[in-house]
Nanobody, 117 residues
């Protein structure tokens, strides 16, 4: 199983980015998916998740600014990030949710998001 996150970059505070993550078919068709992030020197955290049928969860820190969505026909999950803040700076990853260390796919390289103030 491979997960390829893309769409990161450098943006000014208040700006927007849209992240994409392509996943293998077996994983995508049977699992809820999540976007996670890991700021430099900190633990990885769940940012948002979406079930197979579209139920969504957002961390308090991104509620109202980020939108997670999925296209089941393309095996792709998206994260639209608006009103970005410097504290959103991190490497962003996608993976299944919830994630099991023993059975879930490896993290992959992630995509860097840098928000300049």
């Amino acid at each position: 199983v491979q997960l390829q996150a893309s769409g990161g970059g450098v943006v000014q505070a208040g700006g927007s980015l849209r992240l994409s993550c392509a996943a293998s078919g077996n994983l995508f068709s049977t699992n809820a998916m999540g976007w996670y992030r890991q700021p430099l020197g900190k633990d990885r955290e769940l940012v948002a998740s979406i079930s197979r049928v579209g139920g969504r969860y957002y961390a308090d820190s991104v509620e109202g600014r980020f939108t997670i969505s999925r296209d089941n026909t393309k095996n792709t999950v998206y994260l639209q990030m608006n009103s970005l803040k410097s504290e959103d700076t991190a490497v962003y990853y996608c993976n299944e949710h919830p994630r099991d260390s023993f059975h879930s796919p490896p993290w992959g390289q992630g995509t860097q998001v840098t928000v300049s103030s």
